[in-house]
């Protein structure tokens, strides 16, 4: 036991399932923590009432303490028929993990009329955005559900991009234009598993996802004119997870655009796009680039291509390229 120190024995009892197959099954109190949580470590001794061979340097009636490797009979040995990868001892592979008592939440937010508001603002960097909002809460019995009443900015761009599409540049390159997202990820603190759900602000189911861990939203400027939504966290199964502990991060994604092409490593360290907007993959030269504003990284390579294309004087060279 972590707070004394000391051991606690349990001796298990046998049972049989409901196909009739013996097992063996003990119980015990914990520990009731503080604010920590904390593992106890769990010794597994036994041993065989059946008789085993006594010439044998280990008889085998010892538990194995490495269950992992299976012990077999070597059969070859005709006198004493050793046993191979067999460990006799205490089986130590075991832990509980004992979680501080969850209460109820300090906000009720069980039911759409309660829901949280969170306000989820556009994403200003790439790949990382320090801008996602992230919130933690609980689901402390079987009832509870968690209620969130998200609403979020629009890009100027966002209600005219709502298919991925490529866009030809022109001078070896071109564009892959993504549609705007909203992710959302979902994180239990012991690995348990929640039920989400995503409805309109008229509450309106829009989509159920169980068991989730990542959820996301294409076009949700289209989907959702209004800018608003409603995420329901769930506990699917409170019977077998019990209470659980959880965080939810949301961020939303502008339509984004990912410039690639054969000419991209002639210019890529002056181009005005590279030091603003941009975040170069893969290296120096990179072979892509991602862009947060497509429609200023367009309006920006139409005025650049053109003149880069002269001072590098590459018309007649193309197959240097």
Request: hydrophobic share 35%; glycine share 6%.
């Given at each position: 036991?972590?707070?004394?120190g000391?051991?606690?024995v349990?001796?298990?009892?046998e049972?049989?399932d409901?196909?009739?197959?013996?097992?063996?099954?003990?119980?015990?109190?914990?520990p009731?923590?503080?604010q920590?949580t904390?593992?106890l470590?769990?010794t597994?001794?036994?041993?065989?009432?059946?008789?085993?061979l006594?010439?044998r340097?280990e008889?085998?009636?010892?538990?194995?303490s490495n269950?992992?490797?299976?012990a077999?009979?070597?059969?070859?040995?005709?006198?004493?028929?050793?046993?191979?990868?067999?460990?006799?001892?205490?089986?130590?592979n075991?832990?509980i993990?004992v979680a501080?008592?969850?209460?109820?939440?300090?906000?009720?937010?069980?039911?759409f009329?309660?829901?949280?508001?969170?306000?989820?603002g556009?994403?200003t960097?790439?790949?990382e955005?320090?801008?996602?909002?992230?919130?933690?809460d609980?689901?402390?019995?079987?009832?509870?559900?968690?209620?969130?009443?998200?609403?979020?900015?629009?890009?100027?761009?966002?209600?005219?991009?709502?298919?991925?599409?490529?866009?030809?540049?022109?001078?070896?390159?071109?564009?892959e234009i993504l549609?705007?997202?909203?992710?959302?990820?979902?994180?239990?603190?012991?690995?348990?598993?929640?039920?989400?759900?995503?409805?309109?602000?008229?509450?309106?189911?829009?989509r159920?996802?169980?068991?989730?861990?990542?959820?996301?939203?294409?076009n949700a400027?289209t989907?959702?004119?209004d800018q608003?939504f409603?995420?329901?966290v769930?506990?699917?199964?409170?019977?077998?997870?019990?209470?659980?502990?959880?965080?939810?991060?949301?961020?939303?994604r502008?339509?984004?655009?990912?410039?690639?092409?054969r000419?991209?490593y002639?210019?890529?360290?002056?181009?005005p796009?590279?030091?603003?907007?941009?975040?170069?993959?893969q290296?120096?030269?990179?072979e892509?680039i991602?862009?947060?504003?497509?429609g200023?990284l367009?309006?920006?390579?139409?005025?650049?291509?053109?003149h880069?294309?002269r001072?590098?004087?590459i018309?007649?060279?193309?197959?240097?390229?």
């Open positions: 036991m972590p707070a004394t000391e051991s606690v349990v001796e298990m009892q049972a049989t409901e196909d009739n197959e013996p097992y063996y099954w003990g119980s015990f109190q914990p009731i923590p503080g920590q904390e593992e470590d769990l597994v001794t036994a041993e065989d009432a059946t008789a085993h006594e010439r340097t008889p085998g009636s010892m538990l194995d269950p992992e490797m299976m077999t009979v070597d059969e070859s040995a005709l006198w004493d028929f050793p046993l191979r990868d067999y460990q006799p001892g205490a089986d130590t075991h832990t993990r501080p008592r969850m209460e109820a939440e300090a906000v009720a937010n069980d039911r009329e309660e829901a949280a508001a969170i306000h989820c556009i994403s960097t790439i790949l955005s320090p801008d996602a909002v992230t919130m933690t609980s689901l402390h019995n079987a009832s509870d559900e968690d209620y969130y009443d998200v609403t979020f900015d629009v890009d100027v761009y966002d209600r005219e991009v709502t298919n991925r599409r490529t866009q030809d540049l022109g001078a070896g390159l071109f564009v549609p705007p997202t909203i992710g959302i990820e979902i994180e239990e603190t012991y690995g348990a598993c929640v039920d989400v759900g995503i409805y309109d602000s008229t509450e309106t189911v829009f159920e996802v169980p068991k989730a861990d990542v959820v996301v939203i294409q400027a989907e959702f004119e608003s409603y995420l329901v769930r506990n699917h199964d409170f019977a077998s997870q019990g209470p659980l502990s959880y965080s939810v991060k949301m961020e939303y502008p339509v984004s655009g990912v410039v690639k092409g000419l991209l002639r210019f890529w360290e002056e181009t796009w590279g030091e603003r907007e941009g975040i170069f993959v290296g120096d030269p990179p892509s991602v862009y947060q504003r497509p200023d367009i309006s920006d390579l139409t005025q650049y291509i053109p880069q294309l001072a590098l004087n018309k007649g060279r193309r197959e240097h390229y």
